[in-house]
């Protein structure tokens, strides 16, 4: 797939991917904001900046106006808050392309943040779903996070708390705006079918030329990796008890990261990988077991997540940890990294007829200043031998690099039992 990269005159990075086969064209604006970028006095601003994005602009004094005219374009405006980036997002009819553009780029650049009390209120539903009756946070990926970073920002819970929301107001919102939504720390790429080139970066010129240039925003590495195996028990009135099984990874600019993200395909790609055949199919320990790979700048996570009857929670723990121990030990079949590297390519032909894919390809590897083609990122995959993986899978399942979380119901001897395991974790 050819595609342009260019600049605008203040600086902001575009790239433009054209699809005239497809009946779709998409806009995504991927920012350096999230929890990461927050200290402790500010978690959580980054989201609540985004929910206030939808408020309204100068020419469209409230949130219905706003979502209407989106709407009556073919599109509906997305987005969201993560650890490292936000995105805002449309997919629309080609036709309304520029209009669209204009829009977003009007609601990017000249937010009103109006009716900041009503969002608050929102905000406060939505961090409310992580708390028991207590007031305790006990989403098991919220506490797993903590658990391994403790006080450093990727430790930080997207959402923020309660009490930080209380004191955002308008001017720490535009503070945190012009830090983050500017050209130094943004991206956009527009996917799909977008017509002529060149009149269709005239369009963006106009409606993203405002964006301030701003500063890159520089964030501070997480600390080393931990001495020893970290385990946290959270008691939770609940059906199930939730896992995760938590490892410090690599960053995306690591060597080993492509080796990393093919560990996570031998693991966890489909029903007949390593941990769904193991732990639901052939030992029925649980409806659902997954497994994903996160990189960052600086670091990672690789993480192990599945929801268990309580008294199963030992005996899952210790299969997960047989499971990875093979691969320490033997590392994955040439016919598992066969059908993983199969079933990358198969997807990277997929986003041929996905522009929503491939704009979300593009935006992020040029966010993270990976940039690289979906054929070169499945390239660098398909190099990655069998040694490698094991050599992966060495390096990263150590037990000082380790944090497991149990958030459900325990006796005390079942809670010292799996805590046995989890000190006791060899790699």
């Not at 006095?41 to 409230?62: I, Q």
Request: hydrophobic content about 40%.
């Amino acid at each position: 797939m050819q595609h342009m990269d260019v600049k605008l005159s203040n600086g902001l990075p575009v790239v433009l991917v054209p699809q005239p086969n497809v009946h779709r064209a998409v806009a995504s604006l991927y920012l350096r904001a999230g929890s990461r970028f927050e200290t402790e006095h500010t978690n959580g601003l980054s989201h609540f900046l985004e929910h206030m994005v939808f408020r309204g602009t100068a020419s469209l004094p409230t949130a219905h106006a706003q979502a209407l005219a989106f709407e009556r374009l073919g599109g509906t405006l997305y987005a969201a808050t993560h650890v490292d980036h936000g995105v805002m997002s449309v997919s629309v009819p080609p036709v309304t392309l520029p209009s669209v553009l204009e829009l977003l780029g009007e609601v990017t650049t000249s937010p009103r943040f109006t009716s900041i009390e009503v969002e608050r209120g929102i905000v406060r539903e939505e961090i409310l779903e992580d708390l028991d009756e207590d007031g305790r946070d006990i989403d098991a990926d919220n506490n797993v996070r903590a658990l391994m970073y403790e006080k450093h920002p990727l430790g930080f819970t997207i959402t923020g708390k309660s009490e930080a929301i209380d004191r955002f107001d308008e001017a720490m919102l535009r503070a945190h705006h012009a830090r983050h939504y500017t050209a130094s720390n943004a991206v956009l790429c527009v996917a799909g079918r977008i017509g002529d080139p060149e009149e269709c970066l005239r369009v963006i010129e106009r409606s993203f030329g405002s964006m301030l240039r701003g500063e890159s925003v520089v964030v501070e590495p997480p600390p080393s990796v931990q001495k020893k195996a970290r385990f946290k028990f959270l008691e939770n009135q609940s059906s199930q008890t939730e896992l995760r099984i938590a490892f410090r990874g690599v960053s995306e600019h690591d060597a080993m990261e492509p080796a990393v993200e093919m560990l996570l395909r031998v693991l966890d790609d489909g029903m007949s990988t390593r941990l769904y055949e193991r732990i639901c199919d052939r030992l029925g320990l649980c409806y659902d077991v997954s497994g994903m790979f996160e990189a960052y700048e600086d670091d990672g996570v690789v993480d192990i997540a599945a929801g268990v009857q309580h008294d199963r929670a030992t005996v899952v723990v210790r299969e997960v940890f047989a499971l990875l121990r093979e691969l320490t030990e033997a590392g994955p079949r040439e016919e598992e990294l066969a059908k993983a590297r199969d079933r990358h390519l198969w997807s990277v032909e997929a986003m041929n007829d996905d522009a929503e894919s491939m704009a979300g390809f593009y935006g992020l590897t040029a966010l993270s200043r990976v940039a690289r083609t979906p054929e070169e990122r499945h390239a660098a995959l398909a190099r990655v031998t069998v040694g490698d993986v094991q050599a992966a899978a060495r390096a990263i399942f150590r037990p000082e690099r380790l944090s497991v979380v149990a958030v459900g119901l325990l006796r005390a001897s079942e809670e010292a039992k799996l805590e046995k395991v989890v000190r006791g974790f060899a790699g």
